[in-house]
């Protein structure tokens, strides 16, 4: 059987060569536009006799020939052409190309054409009824009932598409003496793979006498010609014979394409010929994208409304765990609120080896079992996926045991080590199926497969399954997982920082304490400091001798020079750095100050902004004090002159400038204050260089900002 439904799906219904004989399919050629086969009753519809090899125009009149010829000029993909009046009858043209060809049909129109605001009056009236429907079932009763009085079939359903292409009729318009097929289900088999596909591409397909004998295309084609777009192709003889058995003389079948998918059909019956023109087609394909995207918007509007309401639901939950003391702990005290989330008979909590459980469940060592499955499928998905399946049994097959209580299962895992998981259950629910009769194809003694003869409704029960998770449950739980997931983070966070501030609050003690051990000793070094300034100040008034007082006077400016760095080092926070830009400016002033008043005009600090570490800056401080020194002492013997300090930046490293415009450095000197200064710069990793300052010297020292 299962061989026989596949040779079903192979069948090639769009070559079928032949069509419907209410109308007459003319193949052209693109460049001419003659005639080169033809297939119905020619003659009888047009009233002309001879047709191959002669030119539309000929056939059709030469109106629409040029009508004809402009849509093949213009490259769309075809259409409706316009109206024919022949043999007394009224007809409608419609043109479609593939290749060098050009497919005209020509089929019986209206007696009395619909004007564009009769047809546009209606479609706003179905809309508008459409959109006052306030959800999904009354919009499919809706739209039937639209259908049908748009249509006039004395039958016309509502056919949605299951997951597994299964169809179930969902609303129905009927005339009272017609057998009614609401909530009947219909197998996928009766709409093969192939058909599902001409669905897609031809949206509205019409059948409007099932008792047909096909009008073969003339002469032959070879390859057969495709007639995906035709309205007029010839169907399968096994779905005719499946209308007839179903006492159904005339169909049509609308598509309903939501999201780009075929989401199911306005399917269409008469007990007698009838006929659907191009006008009335046009209106279905109009009104079914409306009911498409009203479709959409109930189930997007439903979806939501479901979304928010698990959502705050979801929120409470973590909310009230946020709150309290022992965090996600507090999971198991909320075990009811977890089963309305998913709408589930039964929940567990895992953790680790603990189980703790609300409603009605398996055994505690099914559980166990089940739990692992919840873990393994979680892994399985990545690890933060949710574990779902409304047969159980299919999917952990020891689970036919216990499927009464739990034949649907959802799970998320919220942490691996240690392992925190929740379980949601639901009970089986035996469901009986209504199908249009029995849902399998018969075949004859040769093989021939053959459509099913009754359409009885035939029960089936269907066990093992649960109510399906919806996505809007599956988004909920997953949610909750991710939220479980940073409510265990920032608790762990929160206990960190906990330990974190006692660190820091020790820390900080010791800082205080070692703040004020240096406060107290920069005290005493200050003093210290003092002491020796005032000692070397009285020696200088004593001494006389110029010669006898330069050292003394030197040795006062460097401790000025160290001074100064303890006093910018504790009067700030920053124990670390110094502002090496302000620094020098302030080193020059007190500089300045143990010197004649006129030096206070001759001396200039050009500076960038720069910050270096404390212990770097002491020691450029020293640099600065002695490249100071001896430019007051030997490029202008004491008295004021120009003197340039300049700070700029290059690149990782520092270019610190003292500049005179003395008489110069005479000579190398090997004095305490040189071999010093040397010491210094080295011990910084820096160079000190000379350049003639024409006059006077330029000390460069560069040195890295680190």
């Not at 959109?131 to 249509?151: I, M, N, Q, S, W």
């Not at 949605?160 to 299964?166: C, L, S, W």
């Not at 490249?627 to 008295?639: H, P, T």
């Amino acid at each position: 059987m299962a061989e026989q439904i596949a040779s079903c799906d192979r069948e090639p219904i769009h070559i079928p060569g032949a069509i419907q004989p209410h109308g007459v399919l003319l193949v052209l050629d693109r460049d001419t536009l003659e005639i080169r086969h033809a297939a119905g009753d020619v003659a009888g519809l047009l009233g002309v006799e001879t047709w191959i090899g002669t030119a539309a125009g000929a056939v059709l009149g030469d109106a629409l020939a040029r009508r004809i010829a402009a849509v093949t000029a213009s490259g769309s993909g075809g259409g409706f052409v316009g109206a024919l009046r022949a043999a007394d009858r009224a007809f409608d043209v419609s043109a479609t190309f593939q290749a060098d060809k050009v497919l005209v049909e020509i089929e019986p129109g209206l007696e009395q054409a619909l004007t564009g605001a009769q047809i546009l009056a209606q479609l706003e009236t179905a809309a508008a009824a459409f959109e006052r429907c306030p959800g999904l079932k009354t919009l499919y009763d809706r739209a039937a009932l639209e259908f049908r009085h748009l249509t006039g079939f004395d039958r016309v359903m509502v056919y949605r598409f299951g997951e597994d292409d299964a169809g179930e009729v969902v609303a129905e318009s009927r005339a009272p003496h017609v057998q009614a097929f609401l909530n009947h289900r219909f197998p996928a088999s009766d709409i093969p793979k192939q058909a599902r596909a001409l669905y897609m591409r031809n949206l509205v397909r019409v059948i409007p006498d099932a008792g047909y004998a096909p009008a073969p295309l003339l002469p032959p084609m070879e390859p057969l010609l495709d007639m995906s777009d035709c309205a007029l192709r010839s169907v399968s003889p096994v779905h005719l014979q499946y209308l007839r058995n179903m006492d159904v003389t005339a169909s049509a079948s609308v598509s309903i394409v939501k999201d780009g998918r075929l989401w199911g059909l306005i399917a269409c019956h008469h007990e007698t010929p009838r006929l659907l023109p191009y006008d009335i087609r046009a209106a279905c394909r109009a009104l079914a994208g409306g009911l498409a995207r009203q479709i959409k918007a109930k189930e997007d509007a439903e979806a939501y409304r479901a979304r928010l309401s698990l959502r705050l639901l979801g929120d409470d939950i973590v909310d009230a765990l946020a709150r309290a003391d022992n965090g996600d702990l507090a999971l198991e005290e909320h075990l009811r609120d977890l089963r309305r989330l998913a709408d589930a008979d039964g929940v567990a909590v895992f953790r680790d080896d603990h189980i703790e459980v609300a409603g009605k469940l398996p055994p505690h060592l099914a559980l166990a079992m089940l739990r692992d499955w919840v873990v393994e499928t979680a892994s399985a998905a990545g690890g933060n996926g949710v574990a779902a399946t409304d047969q159980a049994a299919a999917d952990v097959p020891e689970a036919v045991s216990f499927r009464a209580l739990a034949s649907g299962l959802m799970g998320v895992v919220v942490e691996r080590s240690p392992l925190l998981a929740v379980l949601w259950t639901r009970a089986e629910q035996v469901e009986t199926v209504r199908w249009a009769g029995e849902p399998v194809k018969a075949t004859t003694a040769d093989g021939v497969l053959t459509p099913r003869a009754s359409f009885d409704a035939w029960t089936q029960t269907v066990r093992g399954r649960s109510r399906p998770w919806t996505v809007a449950q599956t988004s909920a739980v997953l949610r909750l997982r991710d939220d479980l997931v940073e409510l265990r983070r920032a608790r762990r966070a929160s206990e960190l920082n906990g330990h974190l501030r006692a660190t820091l609050q020790d820390k900080d003690e010791l800082l205080r304490q070692k703040d004020f051990l240096l406060r107290e000793v920069n005290h005493r070094v200050q003093n210290s400091l003092a002491l020796a300034a005032s000692f070397l100040t009285i020696q200088m008034k004593t001494l006389e001798d110029p010669i006898a007082r330069a050292p003394l006077e030197e040795a006062s400016r460097r401790l000025t020079a160290v001074g100064l760095v303890h006093r910018r080092l504790y009067r700030g926070d920053q124990l670390e750095t110094v502002a090496l830009d302000r620094y020098l400016a302030e080193l020059a002033e007190e500089m300045v100050g143990t010197l004649d008043e006129d030096w206070g005009r001759c001396l200039r600090v050009d500076a960038a902004p720069v910050t270096v570490p404390t212990d770097k800056a002491v020691i450029i401080g020293l640099v600065v004090t002695e490249l100071f020194i001896n430019a007051v002492k030997y490029a202008y013997r004491g008295k004021p002159g120009r003197l340039d300090i300049g700070l700029v930046e290059d690149g990782d490293r520092i270019l610190l400038i003292v500049a005179d415009q003395g008489g110069g450095k005479q000579g190398p000197r090997v004095g305490f204050g040189s071999k010093m200064m040397d010491a210094l710069v080295r011990q910084m990793g820096g160079v000190l260089t000379y350049h003639d300052n024409n006059p006077g010297v330029r000390a460069e020292l560069s040195v890295g900002r680190l």
